[in-house]
């Protein structure tokens, strides 16, 4: 992989991340048509999701700041508190996947473009019948509980497949549950956080200790690293706004559209 691939598929990761369409779908596809292959694949990978997750920060700072005093400063239960665990509780799915099922998870990566196209088109469903669910309730809705978390963390665990967006599968989940449109966009965006970091800080003690080898380049990494986090914050702030004025069926026709490409391309 050279420095302008990186820059391509950098620039590809900041931009899907937060968009409802599947940045790892997205990467796939971008790899399939640039023919970069191999484990740099998989490290460039941990490379621009770490950088997408420290744009997060980036954008939410004041909700981060803001819920990591309340959780810390004070021994009684708060609202921080009480948002920190619900937080906590959608991570469970997550973690169930990724420590008992990640081999089975990566064995998805690079298999063509079938699979993305598929799991495209199932994004496009959830993000139409969200949007039609939505405006039928005329915008009424109530704040993340417990039981939506664990629900929207369910979804999050099944979008670790290529082309199932995290971020649409969560927030339409989220809004089919009933949650406000508010506030589902910044739950799906910080409840990622922890778990990308995790599995990062992991796949790094592994490229340590030589488990994982890889012959991506100083140059690409850094390159792509920050394509993808400028594209990030921008891509985070104007999700949070989308949703807001609930846009998603523009992103459903996108994901349909790019699904039935890919599976056409791939059967014929």
């Not at 997750?53 to 819920?67: D, G, H």
Request: with cysteine.
């Amino acid at each position: 992989m050279n420095w302008l691939e990186a820059l391509i598929l950098g620039i590809v990761q900041g931009l899907t991340e937060f968009l409802p369409v599947s940045s790892s779908g997205h990467l796939e596809i971008g790899q399939a048509l640039l023919g970069t292959s191999g484990e740099e694949n998989l490290t460039f990978a941990i490379i621009v999701h770490t950088a997408t997750v420290l744009s997060t920060l980036v954008i939410l700072w004041r909700e981060v700041a803001q819920l990591f005093k309340g959780t810390f400063t004070t021994l009684r239960w708060n609202s921080e508190k009480d948002y920190v665990a619900k937080i906590l509780v959608s991570m469970i799915p997550v973690f169930i996947v990724g420590m008992f099922f990640k081999e089975q998870v990566e064995a998805f990566f690079g298999n063509g473009l079938l699979l993305v196209g598929v799991c495209l088109l199932v994004t496009a469903l959830l993000l139409a019948l969200s949007e039609w669910l939505q405006k039928k309730r005329q915008g009424e809705g109530h704040e993340v509980t417990y039981k939506d978390a664990i629900i929207i963390g369910i979804a999050q665990a099944c979008a670790v497949l290529p082309g199932l967006s995290r971020s649409g599968s969560t927030i339409a989940t989220g809004l089919l549950c009933g949650v406000k449109k508010e506030s589902i966009a910044q739950f799906s965006f910080l409840m990622v956080l922890i778990p990308i970091l995790g599995e990062a800080f992991l796949d790094l003690l592994k490229l340590l200790q030589g488990e994982l080898t890889s012959d991506l380049g100083l140059v690409p990494a850094i390159v792509g690293f920050a394509a993808a986090f400028v594209t990030g914050c921008f891509a985070c702030r104007f999700m949070i706004e989308i949703v807001r004025r609930q846009r998603l069926i523009w992103f459903a026709l996108y994901c349909a559209v790019v699904g039935t490409v890919a599976i056409v391309s791939t059967v014929c």
